[in-house]
């Protein structure tokens, strides 16, 4: 039946503030309501969140990076590009660390850094709307869950309008979300104009423009800015024009109009790679971030845990509640007044086993 932990007089996040002091009981692999518990932990004067949900992770070195997701309280890592199948597969078998799901391998243009990187797979590489509808079957056959695009502003980089459309119409054919990586303000009109569901990044080129930002927010596009990542990107490159600010000011415009925000990192060790967030403990740096782009510490949390699992349809998670997945994080503070509490860590569940 599974060990009953019990975690006693512990604050919940509810995804809209803090329970009272409380005792939350795990049996098994899932949150469960009142039993006679075998462990007890002192909870009193901390604050117990579902694990985090890093809504953009790239899992290269393999289970190094989903134990270090995890030790930082990372319990779920949405994959936006990984290869071949057989990894992918290993990799969403791994007990006792964060859990993926995956993308597998994306959608790239011809000419863009991506399909530069050593090792990117040819299939990745469409260059028209029927080569487009190939690539979206391929990784229905795969088991990929979700499709990803590299949208850029025009060929030959990317891939054209009509090829970005047609992996979209492509994906939504199979009920499969698109999530388009978006680094420049021309490439987000192409991923507007293709109707993608979630857009990743912000971005550097220059503060994105209001019909763009309405247009989001009309079709209901969400975004995970990955500001952790812009920031690293800049700092690399500002002497080509590309300013932090612009993505952290493009984050604020999108949180006044009401755009979905999700957090992310892109955590990653990929050669060729512009910059590398380290996997787990970036995520706090993106907390941060988050809050200086303008959004309440409640909020972003909420897009660290419920709008992501609601986001992606991971409906097992995000929220402590009976008959949830046990992904939990205990921290010693209070995040939803001081975001760097999240840091203090003193313990971490994975569906119900406790790694920390």
Same mark, same amino acid.
């Given at each position: 039946?599974?060990?009953?932990?019990?975690?006693?007089?512990?604050?919940?996040?509810?995804?809209?503030?803090?329970? %009272?002091?409380?005792?939350?009981? !795990?049996?098994?692999?899932?949150?469960?309501?009142? @039993?006679?518990?075998?462990?007890? &932990?002192?909870?009193?004067?901390? &604050?117990? !969140?579902?694990?985090?949900?890093?809504? =953009?992770? =790239?899992?290269?070195?393999?289970?190094? /990076?989903?134990?270090?997701?995890?030790?930082?309280?990372?319990?779920?890592?949405?994959?936006?590009?990984?290869?071949?199948?057989?990894?992918?597969? %290993?990799?969403?078998?791994?007990?006792?660390?964060?859990?993926?799901?995956? *993308?597998?391998?994306?959608?790239?243009?011809?000419?863009?850094?991506?399909?530069?990187?050593?090792?990117?797979?040819? @299939?990745?590489?469409?260059?028209?709307?029927?080569?487009?509808?190939?690539?979206?079957?391929?990784? #229905?056959?795969?088991?990929? $869950?979700?499709?990803?695009? &590299?949208?850029?502003?025009?060929?030959?980089?990317?891939?054209?309008?009509?090829?970005?459309?047609?992996? #979209?119409?492509?994906?939504?054919?199979? /009920?499969?979300?698109? #999530? *388009?990586?978006?680094?420049?303000?021309?490439?987000?009109?192409?991923?507007? %104009?293709?109707?993608?569901?979630?857009?990743?990044?912000?971005?550097? $080129?220059? #503060? !994105?423009?209001?019909?763009?930002?309405?247009?989001?927010?009309?079709?209901?596009? &969400?975004?995970?800015?990955?500001?952790?990542?812009?920031?690293?990107?800049?700092?690399?490159?500002?002497?080509?024009?590309?300013?932090?600010?612009?993505? +952290?000011?493009?984050?604020?415009?999108?949180?006044?109009?009401?755009?979905?925000?999700?957090?992310?990192?892109?955590?990653?060790?990929?050669?060729?790679?512009?910059?590398?967030? @380290? =996997?787990?403990?970036?995520?706090?740096?993106?907390?941060?971030?988050?809050? @200086?782009?303008?959004?309440?510490?409640?909020?972003?949390?909420?897009?660290?845990?419920?709008?992501?699992?609601?986001?992606?349809?991971?409906? $097992?998670?995000?929220?402590? %509640?009976?008959?949830?997945?046990? $992904?939990?994080? !205990?921290?010693?503070?209070?995040?939803?007044? /001081?975001?760097? *509490?999240?840091?203090?860590?003193?313990?971490?569940?994975?569906?119900?086993?406790?790694? +920390?």
């Amino acid at each position: 039946m599974g060990t009953v932990t019990a975690i006693d007089g512990v604050r919940v996040f509810t995804g809209e503030g803090l329970t %009272e002091p409380r005792r939350v009981y !795990l049996k098994g692999t899932e949150i469960s309501v009142e @039993e006679t518990p075998d462990v007890v &932990v002192d909870g009193a004067g901390q &604050v117990l !969140l579902p694990g985090l949900i890093d809504s =953009h992770v =790239h899992t290269v070195l393999g289970r190094p /990076d989903l134990q270090n997701l995890a030790t930082w309280g990372v319990t779920t890592g949405m994959d936006m590009a990984a290869w071949p199948d057989s990894f992918v597969a %290993e990799m969403r078998r791994q007990p006792g660390v964060a859990q993926i799901f995956s *993308a597998t391998t994306p959608a790239v243009g011809p000419g863009g850094n991506h399909a530069k990187m050593p090792g990117f797979p040819a @299939e990745g590489i469409v260059t028209t709307p029927r080569e487009a509808h190939a690539f979206v079957e391929r990784r #229905v056959a795969d088991g990929a $869950d979700y499709i990803k695009i &590299v949208t850029e502003a025009a060929p030959p980089e990317g891939m054209d309008q009509a090829t970005v459309n047609a992996i #979209v119409a492509a994906a939504h054919e199979h /009920d499969l979300l698109v #999530v *388009a990586h978006s680094i420049t303000t021309g490439a987000f009109h192409v991923a507007v %104009e293709a109707g993608v569901d979630i857009s990743t990044h912000a971005p550097l $080129d220059a #503060v !994105l423009d209001d019909e763009t930002v309405r247009r989001m927010r009309d079709f209901g596009m &969400v975004c995970s800015p990955t500001l952790t990542m812009m920031r690293g990107v800049a700092d690399l490159r500002g002497a080509a024009g590309l300013k932090y600010e612009y993505a +952290r000011d493009t984050v604020t415009k999108f949180h006044e109009a009401g755009i979905r925000l999700l957090v992310g990192t892109d955590a990653n060790s990929a050669p060729g790679a512009p910059f590398g967030p @380290e =996997h787990g403990e970036s995520m706090h740096d993106e907390l941060g971030l988050m809050v @200086e782009a303008g959004l309440t510490p409640v909020e972003v949390l909420r897009g660290a845990t419920t709008l992501t699992a609601r986001t992606f349809g991971l409906d $097992d998670r995000g929220v402590i %509640e009976p008959g949830k997945r046990a $992904d939990l994080l !205990l921290i010693d503070g209070d995040p939803t007044q /001081d975001i760097s *509490a999240t840091r203090a860590i003193t313990g971490v569940w994975i569906a119900g086993e406790r790694i +920390r």
